[in-house]
Each structure stands twice: as C-alpha cells, then as structure tokens.
C-alpha cells in the first residue's frame, strides 16, 4: 500500500501534504531524491512533523538543482533501476522531487520514477492565483503516461473558487485543503481534517 505525493512546482506543499498523510495514518516516508542537502532534508521536516519512520534516500545530492542537474554537478548518474520501494508492512507515503516534468537524466523525467515505482499519485498544489492551470497541466502529464491519480490537496489559503476550477476542468477531486498553520507543529497539522472515508487511501492497491 503506498502513494507518491507529487507536485505543480517545487515549494507547493509536498513535504506538508507527506507529513499530514503519514501523522493521520501512520505510514513510513521514503524521499527517493533529495537535492540541497545538506542544509535540506525534507525527511527531517517528516519526521518532526508526524513521527512518521524513514526509509534512507536512494540518492542525497548537495545542489538545490535538479536531479539530473545536481548529480551531473557530482559526476555521477541517476538510473532508474536505482530505485525499488522500500519493503514495509505499513502504508508508504512517497515523495517526488520537485514537478512531474523535473529532469532525472538526460532522458527521463519524474514522471518515469513514478512509473518505475508503480504507485497512484496525490497532486499537492498551491491554493493562489494560476493553480488551476498549473494543475491541470499537471494532471494532462500524469494521464498522458497513464499513472492513476488519487485527487489533489491544496496548500495555502482556502480558494473556494480555484477548489471549484480545478476540479471542473482537471475532472479531479480535491482532497482536502491544508490551510497556513502558525505555527506548523505536529498539533496544528494534526488538526487539519483527513482524507475522506477515514484515511480510506491505506486500502488502495499498490
């Protein structure tokens, strides 16, 4: 039983939209890729904010870049068949780097790890002014590989009008809504409600 938290950019929310779905399920977190490190360790931000375990990161790159961009930078190549979902007997929250389209290597993109991973996606997007678009595209790319998609949560001030839009013209659900939180601890994020049907994702297939 996994899911991968995917985004419309980088900054949207993925790592918030991870900690949230790991504190209300008790699910692992595993980041494939972090890039910018150190200081940043999205995983370090997890567990702070769920409890959630980690799984160690298949590739931790010191440029904030992209993948493809950052390992280049330390002469070293990302394969695909570098990657395989750690074995847990909990639920596993996955989290990309970045958007769909962010470059792994020269040829392959996020959108081939989510493939490569096999698991349906959850679209963390901005609730501000040209979320609509930007999700959308995002959805156009996810279907256009055939990855099954779970829904979207939004991230920032709640927008009943860009909730309405996206699920209009992205024929989605919206998920949920996770609001600024000052501060964002494990309590406040605690708060924010869980996904419809009590968390009813844990049963989806992998």
């Not at 999205?42 to 992209?66: F, I, K, N, Y």
């Not at 996020?110 to 901005?126: E, K």
């Not at 939180?181 to 419809?196: C, G, H, I």
Request: with cysteine.
């Amino acid at each position: 039983m996994k899911v991968f938290v995917t985004g419309t950019d980088t900054d949207v929310g993925k790592t918030i939209v991870s900690a949230w779905l790991c504190l209300h399920s008790g699910a692992d977190y595993w980041k494939p890729i972090q890039s910018g490190h150190p200081p940043d360790r999205d995983a370090d931000t997890v567990a702070h904010l769920s409890g959630a375990r980690l799984h160690p990161e298949r590739h931790l790159l010191r440029e904030p870049l992209s993948p493809y961009h950052a390992a280049k930078l330390q002469g070293l190549r990302i394969e695909l068949d570098d990657f395989r979902a750690p074995d847990t007997s909990r639920p596993l929250v996955m989290e990309g780097a970045g958007g769909v389209l962010v470059p792994v290597n020269e040829s392959a993109t996020m959108l081939d790890l989510m493939l490569r991973l096999g698991a349906p996606v959850i679209v963390a997007a901005r609730s501000s002014l040209g979320t609509i678009n930007h999700t959308c595209l995002t959805l156009l790319a996810l279907r256009s590989r055939n990855i099954p998609v779970l829904g979207v949560v939004l991230c920032g001030p709640i927008n009943p009008g860009n909730r309405e839009g996206i699920e209009q013209f992205g024929n989605v659900k919206v998920l949920a809504e996770i609001p600024p939180l000052e501060p964002l601890t494990r309590d406040s994020l605690q708060r924010v409600a869980p996904l419809p049907g009590a968390l009813g994702w844990i049963r989806w297939k992998s």
